[in-house]
């Protein structure tokens, strides 16, 4: 992203003012994970919510730096793949801690907070 930032910082800018985040991403997100029954109380509400913050800004210089005209529903599509890959991931480690016997401590997590 910031390759392509470099080469084409205006159209980028264009296109982040076409397509802004609170129209175009945040009900997106919020959709896919109440779809998939993650709300804001569970921790992995957190991880997928960035993973879709970050898929809107990959789909955005994406499509700047390929000039494409069919940018919402390829912000639609990344954030629904990026979110998916972030439900698998944080499985994945809580798997692998069960697995292997450790114990899974989430740093932003209430019940870390006062531990380190």
Do not use: W
Not at 39 to 56: E, K, V
Not at 83 to 94: D, L, S, T
Request: charge should be neutral; glycine fraction near 2%.
């Amino acid at each position: 992203m910031q390759k392509i930032r470099n080469e084409c910082p205006d159209i980028v800018s264009d296109y982040i003012k076409r397509y802004p985040f609170e129209e175009y991403a945040e009900f997106y997100i919020k959709r896919e994970l109440y779809i998939r029954k993650i709300y804001p109380a569970q921790d992995r509400y957190a991880d997928c919510y960035d993973a879709g913050m970050f898929a809107y800004l990959y789909s955005i210089h994406r499509c700047a730096a390929m000039r494409y005209n069919h940018t919402e529903p390829y912000i639609k599509k990344m954030i629904r793949t990026y979110i998916i890959c972030a439900i698998v991931v944080y499985e994945e480690a809580k798997n692998l801690c069960q697995e292997n016997g450790f114990q899974e401590i989430r740093l932003n997590a209430d019940a870390s907070a006062n531990r380190y």
